[in-house]
Nanobody, 124 residues
Framework: QVNLVESGGRLVQAGDSLRLSCVASGRTFSTYSMGWFRQAPGKEREIVASINQSGGATYHADSVQGRFIISRSNAQNTVYLQMNSLKPEDTAVYYC?????????????????WGQGTQVTVSS
């Protein structure tokens, strides 16, 4: 069992930066691939970024490529999402998730543990 707790979401203005953090419980964090997802009101959940077990390989959705960066610290049991040049369309609840899959899975169906989410609101 892995417990995931996100933090860092808040109200910001367009163009601002934010860093989200997700801390995982347990001693096996380094065995999980991790992902960040988001869900805006009235929209389906979508992948934002994912990272493999070592942190050496990542995926970023086209909509955030060049603006967001996923990273992890296995020593700190934490995965991060650095978000730069935020846009109003980035407004959503952001969730981190853990997967047993080797690599950087992009489908939510491959993730078994989910956090409660943190709200990011970007005003124009």
């Amino acid at each position: 069992q892995v417990n995931l707790v996100e933090s860092g979401g808040r109200l910001v203005q367009a163009g601002d930066s934010l860093r989200l953090s997700c801390v995982a419980s347990g001693r096996t964090f380094s065995t999980y691939s991790m992902g960040w997802f988001r869900q805006a009101p009235g929209k389906e959940r979508e992948i934002v970024a994912s990272i493999n077990q070592s942190g050496g390989a990542t995926y970023h959705a086209d909509s955030v490529q060049g603006r967001f960066i996923i990273s992890r610290s296995n020593a700190q049991n934490t995965v991060y999402l650095q978000m730069n040049s935020l846009k109003p369309e980035d407004t959503a609840v952001y969730y981190c998730a853990a997967s047993h899959v080797i690599g950087y899975p992009t489908s939510g169906a491959r993730y078994v543990y989910w956090g409660q989410g943190t709200q990011v609101t970007v005003s124009s």
